[in-house]
């Protein structure tokens, strides 16, 4: 009966691991470009097959990747760019234009991530509003599709002031 209920026990924690290691919803937010949380090494061997080519992560080198992303991502012959965002503080001219910059010379579909994809949400939305001329609202949804919660008022507050919008 002790094995019993310790065999159970021990199948019961399974479920929860196994959620918690469910991949990270990676979402096309416009055609050719993907955008959200930390992707996976499937999830990064899945996108290669489907013709992503460029890797854009926006975490910090000392973020955890769970794996070694950038030798993976080169494995699989994509282009890794690293332009570390540091939250509200990154979204400063010089990384959007950078973002911007690494779109631009991307050749075919780009992966654009950091952790949970607020960043990437956020840098988006900036590098849409000021490269691509988008209003603010519709700067801030592309934003929201790419994973932008809770750096959205650092956002909008980016979108409205001239002075300091990248």
């Known amino acids: 009966m002790l094995l019993r209920l310790t065999c159970l026990l021990l199948l019961s924690l399974c479920l ?3 959620v918690l290691a469910a991949d990270t919803p990676l979402n096309e937010v416009r055609p050719g470009l993907y955008a959200g949380g ?3 090494a499937a999830q990064l061997r899945e996108l290669a097959a ?3 080519r460029t890797v854009i992560d926006l975490r910090q080198p000392d973020e955890d990747r769970g ?3 950038t030798r993976v991502a080169e494995s699989l012959g994509l282009r890794y760019v690293r332009i570390p965002v540091a939250g509200a503080e990154g979204l400063d ?3 959007v234009r950078a973002v911007h910059q690494a779109l631009r010379q ?3 579909p780009v992966l654009l991530h950091c952790a949970s994809g607020n960043r990437a949400g956020a840098v988006l939305g900036l590098v849409n509003a000021r490269y691509e001329h988008a209003s603010p609202e519709q700067a801030l949804q592309l934003g929201q599709r ?3 919660k809770s750096l959205e008022a650092a956002t ?3 979108l409205a002031t001239p002075s300091i919008s990248p």
């Open 106 to 108: 991307s050749q075919g």
């Open 50 to 52: 489907q013709g992503v």
């Open 93 to 95: 001219a010089a990384n």
């Open 156 to 158: 909008r507050q980016r």
């Open 16 to 18: 929860p691991l196994a």
């Open 146 to 148: 790419a994973g932008l």
């Open 38 to 40: 930390q992707p996976s």
């Open 67 to 69: 794996f070694d992303e």
